[in-house]
Every structure is written in structure tokens, then in C-alpha cells.
């Protein structure tokens, strides 16, 4: 079955304490993209990567890394977690930049206190 | 980069009646327009999409029309049903180098029996 996959689906962590979100897509899709949920805010996304070691920062990447050193994953790393990460994080993928469907994961309820 | 703008953020509607959910963009090159549903607790989903070379694109009770002049496209929904209800979201991708899918902050659809 065609899928992106997230883990964890929920997370509760403390400040600070470093953290990563695991994101893979069997479709052997180019794209990869990281969103943030919050509400009123729609998707925001954080970082994208257009293939195999090729990043880029999307609209709101402080705070956040990633690396592609496969083409099926696409890890989020928050070094140093802090209340304002707080949020619906979701991983998608696309066969290719530019105009074609975003496949999204289930999400990743992230909680820092 | 783009900026996209929905409205309203909110919508409720008789079942059977129409659903119309506007978004406008600042980009005039942007060519790809995709509307995402998101059910509630799940995943955002692909349910229309439109070029910038047509018009006005139909699936079943969806249409989406898209003005490049004003530089805004709509979602319609005919004949809605109570399974209609969801979050709704608009994108815009810009055919330009920054390669990022810039979605609208979404609209509350609830459809009363």
C-alpha cells in the first residue's frame, strides 16, 4: 500500500530535551516536505527537500532541522525543543516539485512543556 | 513568496445546499492549485486541483474556478452532505525557485442535517 508514515503520533517532551520525527514514503517520491498545523494558521511549511541530499527552508524552519540521506526518509530534528514548537506537525510527499498531489502522513502530535 | 488568503474561515450550510469557499493569491505566476480536505483527527487529502491553463475543473459535486486576472480561485460544493464536513484548504504553487506549496489558514465546513 501507497503510504507516508509518521512516528511517533504523539509525543509529550520537556524544553529542550532533543527530539526526532521519523518520516517514510514508499512511493519513491522526490519530494518531501515538513507542515506545522496550528489553528487559524492553516499549513506552514517548515522544510522541504526536492531529493537525496537537497533541502531547503520553507516559511517557518527556525528551530528545526532535517536531512535526506535516503530518498524514502525525511527525519525532523528539533535540537532543543521549546512551548512554541507545540503543534500538528505532518510529513508529505510528491513525485516530483511542482504541481502534483501531496501525499500526507497521519501527523505527529507534538507537546513541549 | 506566495501568500494565500481563504475565506471564510468558517462555513455552515443546510444539508443539500451549496458550499462556496474563496481564496485568493499574490503570485501572479503560481500555476498549480490544489484543495485539500482534512476530516476531523485525520490527514489533509487531495480532492481537486487546477491549472493554471483551464478555467473551471468538475468531479462529481466539486468544482473548483480559478480567475488568473484577479488572481483568486473557488471551491463549490453541490448538494452537500453531512460527510461534506471537514476542514477545507487551499494551496497555491508559484512557478518560480523557491519550490514551496504556500496553503491558505482553512475553512470549517459544517454541514447541518
Known amino acids: 500500500e501507497a503510504q507516508v508514515t509518521q512516528n511517533p503520533r504523539y509525543l509529550i517532551t520537556v524544553t529542550g530535551k532533543k527530539l526526532t520525527v521519523t518520516c517514510s514514503q514508499n512511493?519513491?517520491?522526490?519530494?518531501m516536505s515538513w507542515y506545522r498545523q496550528d489553528p487559524g494558521l492553516g499549513l506552514r511549511q517548515i522544510y522541504y527537500?526536492?531529493?537525496?541530499?537537497?533541502?531547503d527552508k520553507g516559511d517557518v524552519p527556525e528551530g528545526y532541522k532535517v536531512s535526506r540521506k535516503e530518498k524514502r526518509n525525511f527525519p525532523l530534528i528539533l535540537e532543543s525543543p521549546s512551548p512554541n514548537q507545540t503543534s500538528l506537525y505532518f510529513c508529505a510527499s510528491s513525485l516530483r516539485e511542482g504541481g502534483t498531489e501531496a501525499f500526507f502522513g497521519q501527523g505527529t502530535r507534538l507537546t513541549v512543556v | 513568496g506566495e501568500n494565500v488568503e481563504q475565506h471564510p474561515s468558517t462555513l455552515s450550510v443546510q444539508e443539500g445546499d451549496s458550499a462556496v469557499i474563496k481564496c485568493t493569491y499574490s503570485d501572479s505566476a503560481s500555476n498549480y492549485f490544489p484543495w485539500y480536505k482534512q476530516e476531523l483527527g485525520k490527514r489533509p487529502q487531495l480532492i481537486i486541483d487546477i491549472r493554471s491553463n483551464v478555467g473551471e475543473k468538475k468531479d462529481q459535486r466539486i468544482a473548483v474556478t480559478l480567475n488568473k486576472t484577479a488572481k483568486h480561485f473557488s471551491l463549490h460544493i453541490t448538494e452537500t452532505q453531512p460527510e461534506d464536513s471537514a476542514v477545507y484548504f487551499c494551496?497555491?504553487?508559484?512557478?518560480?525557485?523557491?519550490?514551496?506549496?504556500?496553503f491558505g489558514a482553512g475553512t470549517t465546513v459544517t454541514v447541518r442535517a
Open positions: 494551496a497555491a504553487y508559484p512557478y518560480s525557485n523557491d519550490y514551496k506549496l504556500s
Open positions: 527537500s526536492m531529493n537525496v541530499e537537497v533541502t
Open positions: 512511493m519513491n517520491h522526490e519530494y
